[in-house]
């Protein structure tokens, strides 16, 4: 018995008749009813969620930004969503009416603008008013719990988009201030230059004042040197003053009676004179008398001798006689009258120049008197203004001291202004020269600039999405797990109609290989049609349009080929209870093959799981065929899949060889599904 007459022998039986064939033709339509009908189903409900109602409520009363535009974007974010149409969205006028809706199921969720929306929007203008422009979602997930999800990418899509716009105005803003900013530093630094050419001057001019000031301080020192010699000068007048003010009072006591005695002295003096000039007159009467006398003397002595004696005798008579006569008492007499007469005359003289002088004395002594009077008054208010002098001498040095301190104290005052003005000279020509430098620094974009750079700002990170394969729809992202998943329920369901190996074959001599491909084929023949069937609705009718439709269908064949020769093994096996086995290897293979979420999301013990099983691999390679994506891997999962083939018909095998022997349990079996 060959092979191929087992499996036609097997296929014969179950198209003897009508029934058989349609059940054949059911069993072929199990994978379409799973995998193609769910696939139909769920091939684009993102492109159909503007069958769904949800209420929005826009409450938002607009604001005015900083520079003046009014900005309700409450209403244009409600306009655009109604424009895009994602959802239907129905305008609902309070927020209570909104959330009734939501709550009854007349709505899938209530998306809410509150009133202070715009006014939130322009407030990051001000740092102390800040806030955060809210939208107010209401879900329920007695509606559907994955239209939360939806709605969430939904709001976050709103979010993104408001938050750019709304950014870029602010980013332009912010730019804008800034070539304000660089406007206002270039004139900062034109100010700062003028200011460092300012202090420049201050500077040099508080070195001048230094200087200045300190020629006063040496001024005012000798100021105070001269005021001190100034104050003990008038100290040294007022005393003097006062001195002088006391001689003269006795001077004028004294004088009182200077007139009366000037002029008593001028009329002594006079009378002295009168008398000195008849004492005079008398003596030089006596001394003519006496040279009258004595000249009558010689006469007649010289008469006598020439009378008596010779001349010789008389000659020298004569001489002695004058030798006598210059030595005698009346020549004495003679010499001291004259000498007498002179001073007399002298003393005359003196006495009449005294009378003179006493008579203008006299007549000048009253106004002597006067002026000492006087004299005598001003010496008093010399006194007088002395001490006042001194008093104001004492106040002028102590001024001058004052003044001295006060003078070092600003030329220390005028140091101090001229390093200062030193050090601000050199700050005001470095804050020139660094405002000068950091306005370079600021931005001044352009409008284009502004436009590019805002964008940018608001918007800084994007996303280059390069996508090596891409599904076109999500019925295509989920087309490999569930045509894979649709394949294994399809094989499954054979063996309730198809037996894994025929008692007839067990009762043949046909080696116990052969008995088992024979019965393996008729599962391969039918799970080829079964994957033949459904690759074609799922390509042509649904459009799937994988990139590699042809190499799809034959790895598709070659996974029926797998699923069916370990189905087959297995029931072959285990006999009833492998059915059991096989619908546990299902649910095993549908948590562990990374059909929805990536396997290595999976607790751990089914990582195992998904590196054993075939379906895991199968998912794994309609991936790659179906989006365009690497192929290398495509030959080792086929022959992974030749091994789950050598593995299954190596079960049925063993099975073909155990079931040979046949015991009461062959012919009543403990349990039979």
Same mark, same amino acid.
Request: glycine share 10%; no cysteine; hydrophobic share 45%.
């Given at each position: ?188 630094? &034109? =100010? %700062? @230059? +003028? /200011? ?5 001057? $201050?500077? *040099?001019?508080?070195?001048? #004042?230094?200087?200045? !000031? ?24 007022? &005393? =003097? %003053? @006062? +001195? /002088? ?5 006795? $001077?004028? *006591?004294?004088?009182?009676? #200077?007139?009366?005695? !000037? ?411």
């Amino acid at each position: 018995m060959t092979v191929l007459r087992l499996a036609r022998s097997e296929l014969k039986r179950m198209t003897g008749g009508l029934l058989p064939k349609l059940t054949i033709l059911a069993l072929a339509m199990v994978p379409l009813l799973y995998g193609a009908v769910y696939l139909y189903a769920n091939w684009n409900p993102y492109g159909n969620l503007n069958q769904i109602d949800a209420a929005l409520v826009v409450e938002d009363s607009g604001a005015t930004a900083a520079d003046g535009t009014e900005l309700h974007a409450g209403t244009k974010v409600a306009d655009g969503l109604i424009s895009g149409h994602v959802f239907n969205w129905k305008p609902v006028a309070t927020t209570a009416e909104a959330d009734a809706g939501v709550s009854s199921g007349q709505y899938a969720f209530a998306l809410k603008i509150p009133q202070d929306f715009s006014a939130n929007l322009v407030s990051p203008g001000s740092f102390d008013s800040a806030s955060q422009a809210m939208l107010n979602v209401t879900t329920n997930d007695a509606n559907n719990y994955l239209l939360s999800t939806i709605v969430d990418k939904l709001t976050t899509s709103v979010h993104t988009t408001v938050a750019k716009e709304v950014g870029e105005e602010t980013a332009n803003q912010l730019l804008t201030g800034f070539g304000t900013i660089h406007a206002q530093m270039l004139k900062a630094g &034109d =100010g %700062a @230059g +003028q /200011l460092a050419d300012g202090v420049a001057t $201050l500077r *040099d001019g508080a070195g001048t #004042l230094h200087a200045g !000031t300190t020629e006063l301080s040496n001024g005012a020192a000798a100021l105070y040197a001269g005021q001190l010699k100034l104050r003990d000068g008038a100290n040294q007048l007022t &005393d =003097g %003053a @006062g +001195q /002088l003010s006391s001689g003269l009072t006795l $001077l004028k *006591d004294k004088t009182a009676t #200077l007139p009366t005695d !000037t002029q008593t002295l001028a009329n002594g003096a006079a009378s002295v004179a009168a008398g000195n000039a008849q004492l005079n007159t008398k003596v030089q009467n006596v001394a003519t008398q006496l040279d009258a006398a004595d000249k009558g003397l010689r006469a007649r002595v010289e008469t006598a001798a020439l009378s008596s004696l010779t001349p010789e005798e008389a000659t020298k008579l004569m001489n002695a006689f004058d030798s006598t006569a210059a030595s005698s008492p009346v020549a004495a007499a003679k010499a001291t009258l004259q000498g007498d007469a002179a001073q007399i005359q002298q003393l005359s003289d003196g006495a009449t120049a005294v009378s003179v002088g006493a008579a203008q004395l006299a007549s000048a002594t009253p106004a002597l008197k006067n002026a000492v009077a006087q004299a005598s008054g001003g010496a008093d208010q010399l006194h007088t203004g002395a001490a006042t002098l001194a008093t104001g001498e004492q106040a002028a040095l102590d001024g001058a001291g004052r003044l001295a301190e006060g003078a070092k104290t600003v030329d220390a005052g005028a140091g101090q202004l001229e390093a200062g003005a030193v050090t601000a000279a050199d700050g005001s020509r470095t804050l020139a020269t660094e405002i000068a430098r950091g306005a370079g620094q600021v931005p001044n974009p352009d409008d284009s600039q502004k436009n590019s750079l805002s964008q940018v700002m608001a918007d800084p990170v994007a996303v280059s999405n390069v996508s090596q394969a891409k599904a076109d729809s999500y019925g295509a992202g989920l087309a490999p797990f569930f045509m894979t998943l649709a394949l294994w329920i399809g094989i499954f369901m054979l063996v309730q109609a198809m037996r894994p190996i025929t008692q007839r074959a067990l009762a043949s001599n046909a080696p116990a290989w052969k008995i088992a491909v024979g019965g393996w084929l008729p599962f391969l023949a039918v799970s080829a049609v079964q994957a033949t069937l459904l690759t074609l609705v799922v390509n042509l009718a649904l459009g799937l349009n994988p990139a590699h439709p042809v190499l799809m269908w034959l790895f598709m064949l070659a996974a029926a080929m797998a699923f069916s020769a370990i189905i087959q093994g297995v029931v072959a096996l285990l006999g009833s209870p492998g059915k059991l086995v096989v619908l546990i290897l299902l649910v095993l293979q549908l948590v562990s093959s990374g059909g929805t979420f990536p396997w290595q999301t999976t607790p751990q013990p089914l990582h195992v799981v998904h590196e054993v099983l075939p379906m895991g691999y199968v998912v794994t390679g309609m991936r790659h065929l179906i989006y365009g994506a690497d192929l290398s891997m495509i030959v080792p999962i086929v022959l992974g899949l030749l091994g789950y083939t050598l593995l299954g018909a190596a079960m049925s095998t063993f099975a073909v060889r155990k079931h040979k022997y046949w015991t009461l349990k062959t012919l009543k079996p403990e349990i039979a599904v």
